[in-house]
């Protein structure tokens, strides 16, 4: 339904750019050579940056590959790359972190690298974070975004291109059908069921979040005393799809221009 290389890109064919477009930057050293979006985060200047894309039309199931590579040193993630389903749909993501949707109106989920209070090395285990009509309060009261994790922590590795997959299953309104999935390199590492994402079927996966969010709170809720002041991360062969992707041949994609 929709893929970015970065070989030619073209801003247009996104639809936001976010409020640090500069930090958004073509460079050579791809998956398998070529191109790819390098994007910056900056701490005491910017949060990084981000790319979003309206997907017409939505999709009851969707899959989302992509690859990306965090540098060596990078630290502690606030927040990564999401699927979200708006009605009516919009070309920019939306708000409304630590609000429960109604069911109606949004849903999203993020596939994000967790510290879980520093236990995990930077940037952090591979969970879902996601918000939805019946996910459960955080002890304030608020409705934070709810976690899914598998039972082994699948640590994120640095200085090298992982391919990661994300499959999102749209319930039947009125059932508790939906799912989540998650591949790592072609391994199912985890699935999730039993999800009732929304309470209207008008309600679809319709946006694509491509983004690298990082805050000195996120450093400070992992113990870093001395973070890294700036972080750079790398994506590549980003893919939309009603059906399973899966990792690039071994000798990797054709590139031409």
Request: aromatic residues 12%; negative net charge.
């Amino acid at each position: 339904m929709f893929r970015e290389d970065f070989e030619d890109f073209d801003p247009a064919r996104w639809d936001d750019l976010g409020r640090f477009p500069d930090n958004l930057r073509i460079v050579e050293g791809g998956v398998g050579g070529g191109r790819c979006l390098e994007v910056t985060a900056t701490l005491g200047e910017d949060t990084g940056g981000h790319l979003y894309k309206l997907l017409e039309p939505g999709l009851e199931t969707c899959h989302l590959r992509f690859y990306v590579r965090f540098e060596a040193a990078h630290g502690y993630v606030h927040h990564f790359v999401h699927l979200t389903g708006y009605h009516p749909p919009t070309r920019w993501p939306q708000g409304g972190a630590g609000e429960r949707p109604r069911g109606d109106e949004r849903f999203s989920t993020g596939i994000e690298p967790w510290g879980a209070w520093g236990r995990h090395p930077p940037p952090g285990a591979w969970q879902f974070y996601s918000y939805w009509c019946e996910m459960q309060a955080a002890p304030d009261g608020r409705f934070w975004g709810n976690a899914f994790a598998p039972e082994t922590p699948v640590l994120v590795e640095r200085d090298r291109w992982i391919c990661v997959e994300i499959r999102l299953v749209c319930n039947d309104p009125g059932r508790a059908d939906g799912s989540q999935t998650l591949w790592i390199d072609g391994r199912e590492v985890g699935e999730w069921g039993g999800i009732r994402w929304r309470t209207d079927a008008r309600l679809k996966v319709n946006g694509l979040w491509l983004l690298d969010y990082i805050t000195p709170d996120t450093q400070r809720r992992n113990g870093v005393q001395a973070p890294r002041r700036v972080n750079r991360v790398r994506f590549d062969e980003v893919v939309v799809s009603r059906e399973y992707i899966g990792p690039l041949p071994a000798d990797g994609p054709r590139r031409g221009r």
